[in-house]
């Protein structure tokens, strides 16, 4: 296997800004590889060769099976390595749990070596207010210029006001939807993209991103996107038994 994957694996594992890393890592994925032959188009990948590493298998095209998982799948959880955070994820066993260097998180996940997709955690303290708008300004305030500095270049965003609902109480959730591209001299990838802002504890921020790659099919890259909005980001929670403000760890 010849493949440009170590740089792409240095921006999960290091980088300086959490979501230009994230995205960033999604365009650094270049490979070429001599395993079996692909299924002759338009047939789905056999089930054993379905894989974390791989969740796309021996399908013609494993970037589209894969997204079409990230459609049918049912929805299960994984928690943070701090056990506090419950967080939903679509065929949640082949999710691998990675590090951004010198940007810890809450918890960062990625599917398929590939990067079809990859998912982080903020919990962080604020000087200023905490609710959600307030949280998802800072954090845009924050990250879009070094985004930039990475070479992302992002498109219009879309603000989306709604809710989640936690044990009966009913919390106001605030998501940027977006789309852009990556660029580098390896590879030059697309990606469909949201930010979700929650209420949580006083004096704290708890952000969610989703990145979704798009390069060879966006349209269904959004709707693993919006999948995420509507069915799993309004999930993530406190698992129960919380009831102060967790330490603000990160790794």
């Not at 300086?16 to 999604?26: E, G």
């Not at 013609?60 to 459609?71: F, K």
Request: hydrophobic fraction near 35%; include cysteine; proline fraction near 9%.
């Amino acid at each position: 296997m010849s493949c440009s994957r170590p740089i792409a694996r240095s921006f999960l594992r290091g980088g300086t800004a959490s979501a230009a890393p994230l995205l960033a890592s999604l365009a650094l994925t270049a490979c070429s590889s001599s395993g079996p032959p692909p299924r002759p188009p338009g047939l789905p990948p056999t089930p054993a060769s379905v894989t974390r590493e791989n969740p796309g298998g021996d399908a013609a095209d494993p970037e589209r099976a894969a997204l079409e998982r990230l459609l049918k799948e049912p929805w299960g959880r994984r928690r943070d390595r701090f056990n506090t955070l419950d967080v939903p994820l679509v065929d949640w066993q082949s999710w691998r749990r990675v590090r951004i260097w010198s940007q810890p998180t809450r918890a960062t996940f990625r599917y398929g070596d590939e990067h079809y997709a990859a998912l982080t955690v903020l919990y962080t303290s604020t000087s200023g207010p905490s609710d959600p708008d307030s949280c998802l300004d800072e954090f845009w305030a924050k990250n879009a210029p070094l985004a930039d500095g990475y070479g992302v270049r992002l498109g219009e965003a879309q603000l989306i006001r709604t809710t989640q609902e936690i044990d009966g109480e009913v919390r106001p959730l605030v998501f940027k939807v977006l789309e852009g591209s990556v660029a580098s001299v390896f590879a030059s990838d697309s990606y469909a993209g949201a930010i979700a802002a929650y209420e949580s504890w006083p004096g704290t921020c708890l952000v969610s991103a989703l990145a979704v790659k798009a390069s060879q099919h966006p349209e269904l890259a959004r709707r693993v996107r919006d999948r995420w909005i509507d069915e799993g980001a309004p999930k993530l929670r406190w698992i129960s038994g919380i009831d102060e403000a967790p330490r603000l760890e990160a790794r």
